[in-house]
């Protein structure tokens, strides 16, 4: 049934063609829906191009550790501490990596967290050990919330990764969201997969997972209990990469183990990204903190561009105002070469 959710049209748009004699040219494309995520874009291939790198060191002359509040200096006298109640230290710490709570909260409980003091790490540097214990962090402060505020029933774990994603401050960091209530995103595809339950009488994850291995064309690969593909329907002009954790229906239900198959699984991505010479993404993990089998752990990862010369928008009309995404990276090619740089560093 899984296929049903996925609407594809394929489409042909005609023009006379000024750099060949105005000879009649077509070009094709495909408009894609996702039941799923309610996701609709529009894949146009005749607009893929290679990104041209942006030059990174204009970003840190802009940024420095002089005017960073996550660098040392600034960092204790400029960032917030927790209530007694949460935290009696002012801040949750593991390692070198801290969290404290959001100076402009986007939620109840909006925190920050920072993975060390090092004030620029790059795309093919962000190894499992470089951001193991900022990721733990947030698993600590998770337990902690839950503790002391027990209603609360999602949690997601966020990243905006260099200024093309929206990031205010090059000083790597991710960003944890704990609430009563799911947000819009985790509210519709909770609400699918308990439809899809009562229709059905399976669960939509577990079937998901199922038809992307067996359709083979936007599977990348399993690591351990998490399976990552290609979003049939991305949600950024780049493409998206989503992943899965095969039956985990709370957070507090990953282990250990978990956690490193999630940061290599990152990190190789990470890589690919800075080899396909971008700069940025976006990053979401998104849970329960109360077991549900309608939210299995999952997450997605955007890649992020702006749009030389002018450094425009990746996001236009489309995205904003009839919410369609316009992506020119066929999804199927994203896991192509995924699953290969998969395959080719299995430990």
């Given at each position: 049934?899984?296929?049903?959710f996925?609407?594809?049209e394929?489409?042909t748009g005609?023009y006379?063609?000024p750099?060949n004699?105005?000879?009649?040219?077509?070009?094709p494309?495909?408009?894609?829906?996702?039941?799923?995520?309610?996701?609709t874009?529009?894949?146009?291939?005749?607009?893929y191009?290679?990104?041209v790198k942006?030059?990174?060191?204009?970003?840190?002359e802009k940024?420095?550790?002089s005017?960073?509040?996550f660098?040392?200096?600034?960092?204790?006298?400029?960032t917030?501490?927790?209530?007694?109640?949460?935290?009696p230290?002012?801040?949750?710490?593991?390692?070198?990596?801290f969290?404290f709570?959001?100076?402009?909260?986007?939620?109840?409980?909006n925190c920050?967290?920072i993975f060390?003091?090092e004030?620029?790490?790059?795309?093919?540097?962000?190894?499992?050990?470089?951001?193991?214990?900022?990721?733990?962090?947030?698993c600590?402060y998770?337990?902690?919330?839950?503790?002391?505020?027990?209603?609360?029933?999602f949690?997601s774990i966020?990243?905006?990764y260099m200024p093309?994603?929206?990031?205010?401050l090059?000083h790597?960091?991710?960003?944890?969201?704990?609430?009563?209530?799911?947000?819009?995103?985790?509210?519709?595809?909770?609400?699918k997969?308990?439809s899809?339950?009562?229709?059905?009488?399976?669960?939509?994850?577990?079937?998901?997972?199922a038809?992307?291995k067996?359709?083979?064309e936007?599977f990348?690969a399993s690591t351990?209990?998490?399976?990552w593909m290609?979003?049939?329907?991305?949600q950024?002009?780049?493409?998206?990469?989503?992943?899965?954790?095969?039956g985990?229906?709370?957070?507090?239900d990953?282990?250990?183990?978990d956690?490193?198959?999630?940061l290599a699984?990152l990190s190789?991505?990470?890589?690919?990204?800075?080899?396909?010479?971008?700069?940025s993404f976006?990053?979401?993990?998104?849970?329960?903190l109360?077991?549900?089998?309608?939210?299995?752990?999952?997450?997605?990862v955007?890649p992020r561009?702006s749009?030389l010369?002018l450094?425009t928008?990746?996001?236009?009309?489309?995205?904003?105002?009839?919410?369609?995404?316009?992506?020119?990276y066929?999804?199927?090619?994203i896991?192509?070469?995924?699953?290969?740089?998969?395959?080719?560093?299995?430990?």
């Amino acid at each position: 049934m899984i296929d049903s959710f996925y609407k594809k049209e394929h489409l042909t748009g005609k023009y006379l063609d000024p750099f060949n004699g105005f000879k009649e040219k077509e070009m094709p494309f495909e408009i894609r829906h996702d039941d799923i995520t309610g996701v609709t874009c529009r894949i146009l291939p005749g607009r893929y191009r290679i990104p041209v790198k942006p030059d990174i060191q204009a970003y840190l002359e802009k940024s420095t550790t002089s005017n960073c509040p996550f660098c040392p200096g600034l960092f204790e006298k400029g960032t917030p501490r927790f209530t007694p109640n949460i935290s009696p230290a002012g801040k949750f710490q593991r390692g070198k990596a801290f969290l404290f709570p959001n100076a402009f909260p986007h939620d109840r409980f909006n925190c920050v967290a920072i993975f060390s003091d090092e004030h620029f790490i790059g795309l093919n540097e962000l190894t499992p050990e470089a951001m193991q214990d900022g990721f733990g962090v947030c698993c600590d402060y998770f337990k902690r919330i839950k503790e002391v505020h027990p209603a609360v029933r999602f949690c997601s774990i966020n990243w905006n990764y260099m200024p093309p994603a929206g990031g205010a401050l090059i000083h790597p960091h991710i960003q944890t969201i704990v609430g009563e209530n799911p947000t819009s995103y985790v509210a519709r595809i909770t609400a699918k997969a308990r439809s899809y339950q009562e229709a059905v009488g399976s669960n939509l994850w577990r079937d998901l997972i199922a038809y992307e291995k067996e359709t083979d064309e936007r599977f990348i690969a399993s690591t351990g209990a998490i399976a990552w593909m290609a979003s049939f329907a991305p949600q950024g002009l780049a493409g998206e990469i989503r992943f899965i954790f095969h039956g985990k229906r709370s957070f507090f239900d990953l282990t250990d183990n978990d956690m490193i198959d999630l940061l290599a699984g990152l990190s190789r991505i990470f890589g690919y990204l800075d080899g396909k010479n971008f700069i940025s993404f976006n990053l979401g993990l998104f849970a329960g903190l109360a077991e549900n089998d309608d939210l299995w752990v999952q997450g997605r990862v955007l890649p992020r561009i702006s749009l030389l010369p002018l450094g425009t928008s990746d996001v236009n009309y489309f995205e904003k105002l009839h919410d369609e995404i316009i992506c020119p990276y066929v999804p199927e090619v994203i896991g192509g070469e995924l699953k290969d740089l998969f395959q080719t560093r299995k430990e």
